[in-house]
C-alpha cells in the first residue's frame, strides 16, 4: 500500500521550481502533493503524482536529478485532534517519522497526509493493526 | 641595516666563485649521501668531475615536487633522520605530502637568512617582533622565531589567530615588528576598527608580509592603514621556508639570498634560461643546506629577476613579486591548496563526482573563503535533508583535515559546473588582491 513520491534536487536558484512545474505542466502531469525542505543553499522538492514513471524520465531527460522514495498515504479525520491521533498509535509503537506533509486535494470530512517513515512496511502493518486507512496509489490516480 | 653585509654586497663576479664552489660541492655531496638523487643524476650521465663552475649547473636535470612525493618521507633527504632536528610538511599535490627535514646547521641557516629578511625590512637588534604567521607544521611561524632570535629581537610567538588579543598585545606591548600575511593585517584592521582602535597610532612600523600574493594596491592600503612600511618576503618549504629572498625598504623587488640559494629564470614549456629582465619560472639550487639539498628546483612561481644594484647597497639580485604560477596551485589564507588535493578527497568519498569546482573569495577586510561545489546526482542524492547536510559536513571535514583549511561546501545541480573545451575550470579567483 505504498505510494511513489519523487523527490528533485534543487539548487537554490531563481526559477527552478517553476522550471519543474512547467514541464510536468507540458507532459500533463498532475501534482497531487507536494513539499519542499529548503535550506540556504539548496531545496529537496518532494511530489506525488498521478504518472510518476512519466515524471521521472522527463525530469531525468531535463538533467534534474530526481529520485523515487516509498512513502505512505493516510487517511486523516479532518478534524481537532484527528493528526494528533495517528501521531500517538506511531509513538506508542515507536516509528520513526522522517517527514510528512498534506495532499492538495481532500474530500469531504478527510484530509490525505504523506509519511516518510524509516521503515514503512512496520509502520503500515501498525497503521492497519489500529484500522487507519492507508490510500494506494490507484486511489491517488483516481482521486 | 645590512645583517650579512659580506654576502649581501659582495661583488657578482666574486660571488660567482663562491657560489661555482659551493654548486660542485654541494653535488659532489648529494652524490655521497642521497642514493635517489645520485640515481636521477647518473641517469643522466653527470658525475660530479662534469659540475666545476656555477655555469655547469645546466646540464643538471631540474627537481620538481613529484620527486618529492616520489621518495615520500625521506627518500630525498642527504642525511639520515637522526641528524636531521626537525621537521616540516607542506601541501603536496595529491596524496602525501611534501616533507622536508632540517638539520642542526640548516637552522643555523635558517636562523641567517631570516635575521638578513628581518634586518633588509628595517629592523634592527633591540626590537620586538609579533609574530602571527602559524607555528607548527607550516614554516613561517618557526621561520620567523629563529631569525628573530638569532637578531636579538624580542619575540612574540602569537601564531595566527584570535586576533582581539594580538591587537591588545600589540596596543600593551608595542611591538615595533609584525609579520603575518597581507590579507590577515587587513583583517585585523577591521577587527581593530570595530574595537574603537585607532589603526594608524599602532606601534608597528615594520610589516614582513609574505606568504600569499598580494599586490602593489594592496601594499598601499596596508601601508595607510597602520601607518608602517610593508614589505614582502617569500620563501618556500621546498627551499627552507620564508628567508630565500625579501624586500628592502626601496620597494623594488625582493633581495634574494643567491650565496646561499641560487636562482635560475627559465622558460617553463622549453626549460631554456628566459631573457634577462624577462618572466620566467624560478628555479633555485640550494646551496649549503645538509638535510635535503635541492639541485634546480621548479618553484613554479613566475617572476623575472634584476640583476642591477640596488640603492640600499645590496648586490642581491632582486626577484618581483609573484607574477603567477604555472600550475593550477591557489593559496588560501597562506595555505597552498592543489586542486588535485580536492579532487582526490571527493574521490575518496563514496559516491561523490569528480565535478567540482573552487571559487575562492575575500570580501573587504575579511580572510578568504574556498567554497567547493560539488555536483549532485543520482547516487549521493537524497529526499531528506539531514543525508545532503550530512554529505556537505563529510566533503568539508576530510577537506580540511588533508589540506588544513576550513572550506564551504556546496552542493550544486548536475551539469551545473562550467566545463570548458570538454574540460572542467577549476578554479575561479575573485579575489581582487
Excluded at chain 1, 529537496?44 to 522514495?69: C, M, Q, S, W, Y
Aim: net charge negative.
Amino acid at each position: 500500500m505504498k505510494i511513489t513520491q519523487i523527490s528533485i534536487f534543487l539548487e537554490n536558484r531563481k526559477g527552478r521550481l517553476f522550471d519543474v512545474c512547467s514541464l510536468l505542466g507540458q507532459k500533463k502531469i498532475n501534482i497531487r502533493a507536494l513539499n519542499i525542505a529548503e535550506t540556504e543553499e539548496f531545496g529537496i522538492l518532494r511530489i506525488v503524482v498521478d504518472k510518476p514513471a512519466e515524471a521521472v524520465k522527463a525530469l531525468k531527460e531535463n538533467g534534474f536529478v530526481a529520485h523515487l522514495t516509498d512513502i505512505v498515504a493516510v487517511e486523516v479525520a479532518d478534524q481537532p485532534g484527528g493528526l494528533a491521533d495517528i501521531l500517538k498509535i506511531l509513538n506508542e509503537n515507536n516509528v520513526n517519522v522522517e517527514y510528512m506533509y498534506g495532499f492538495v486535494e481532500r474530500s469531504a470530512d478527510k484530509a490525505l497526509l504523506v509519511f516518510r517513515f524509516d521503515d514503512p512496511d512496520r509502520a503500515i502493518s501498525v497503521l492497519n493493526s489500529n484500522k487507519i486507512k492507508i490510500i494506494g496509489s490507484k486511489d491517488i490516480g483516481g482521486l | 641595516m645590512i645583517w650579512n653585509e659580506k654576502m649581501e654586497t659582495m661583488d657578482l663576479n666574486e660571488l660567482k666563485n663562491i657560489q661555482s664552489e659551493r654548486l660542485a660541492g654541494i653535488v659532489k655531496y648529494v652524490y655521497d649521501n642521497c642514493p635517489a638523487y645520485a640515481k636521477k643524476l647518473s641517469k643522466e650521465g653527470i658525475s660530479t668531475a662534469d659540475i666545476v663552475t656555477i655555469d655547469d649547473l645546466k646540464k643538471i636535470p631540474f627537481t620538481i615536487k613529484e620527486d618529492l612525493r616520489d621518495n615520500y618521507p625521506f627518500g630525498l633527504f642527504s642525511q639520515e633522520v637522526k641528524q636531521i632536528k626537525e621537521i616540516h610538511v607542506s601541501s603536496g599535490t595529491t596524496g602525501n605530502p611534501t616533507v622536508v627535514g632540517y638539520t642542526k646547521d640548516d637552522l643555523k641557516l635558517w636562523s641567517e637568512v631570516m635575521a638578513r629578511v628581518i634586518a633588509c625590512a628595517g629592523g634592527v637588534p633591540g626590537d620586538m617582533i609579533q609574530i602571527a604567521y602559524g607555528y607548527g607544521l607550516f614554516t613561517g611561524g618557526l621561520g620567523f622565531h629563529y631569525g628573530a632570535q638569532e637578531m636579538g629581537l624580542t619575540v612574540i610567538p602569537c601564531s595566527s589567530g584570535q586576533t582581539k588579543r594580538q591587537l591588545k598585545i600589540m596596543t600593551d606591548f608595542k611591538p615595533r615588528i609584525l609579520a603575518c600575511t597581507p590579507s590577515y593585517s587587513l583583517y585585523m584592521a577591521e577587527e581593530a576598527r570595530e574595537m574603537g582602535l585607532n589603526t594608524k597610532a599602532s606601534s608597528w612600523k615594520v610589516g614582513i608580509f609574505g606568504a600569499e600574493p598580494w599586490s602593489e594596491a594592496m601594499r598601499k592600503e596596508i601601508e595607510a592603514t597602520w601607518d608602517l612600511d610593508a614589505t614582502d618576503v617569500f620563501g618556500l618549504s621546498e627551499i627552507i621556508g620564508p628567508g630565500v629572498a625579501q624586500e628592502c625598504l626601496q620597494k623594488k623587488g625582493l633581495h634574494i639570498f643567491s650565496d646561499v640559494f641560487y636562482p635560475e629564470i627559465i622558460d617553463p614549456k622549453t626549460g631554456q634560461e628566459a631573457k634577462p629582465g624577462q618572466p620566467g619560472e624560478l628555479v633555485i639550487t640550494t646551496l649549503t643546506k645538509q638535510g635535503i639539498p635541492l639541485l634546480r628546483y621548479k618553484t613554479r612561481d613566475i617572476v623575472s629577476i634584476n640583476y642591477e644594484k640596488c640603492a640600499c647597497g645590496r648586490t642581491s639580485p632582486r626577484i618581483s613579486k609573484i607574477q603567477g604560477r604555472t600550475d593550477d596551485m591557489i593559496i588560501v589564507r597562506g595555505i597552498n591548496v592543489f586542486p588535485s588535493q580536492i579532487e582526490h578527497v571527493l574521490l575518496g568519498i563514496e559516491g561523490t563526482q569528480p565535478h567540482y569546482q573552487l571559487v575562492v573569495d575575500r570580501k573587504t577586510g575579511e580572510l578568504d573563503e574556498l567554497e567547493v561545489m560539488v555536483e549532485v546526482d543520482e547516487k549521493i542524492f537524497s529526499d531528506e535533508v539531514k543525508k545532503l547536510r550530512a554529505l556537505e559536513e563529510k566533503i568539508r571535514d576530510e577537506i580540511e583535515s588533508v589540506l588544513g583549511v576550513l572550506v564551504k561546501v556546496k552542493l550544486v545541480e548536475p551539469k551545473t559546473i562550467q566545463r570548458s573545451e570538454g574540460k572542467a575550470k577549476r578554479v575561479v579567483d575573485k579575489r581582487t588582491l
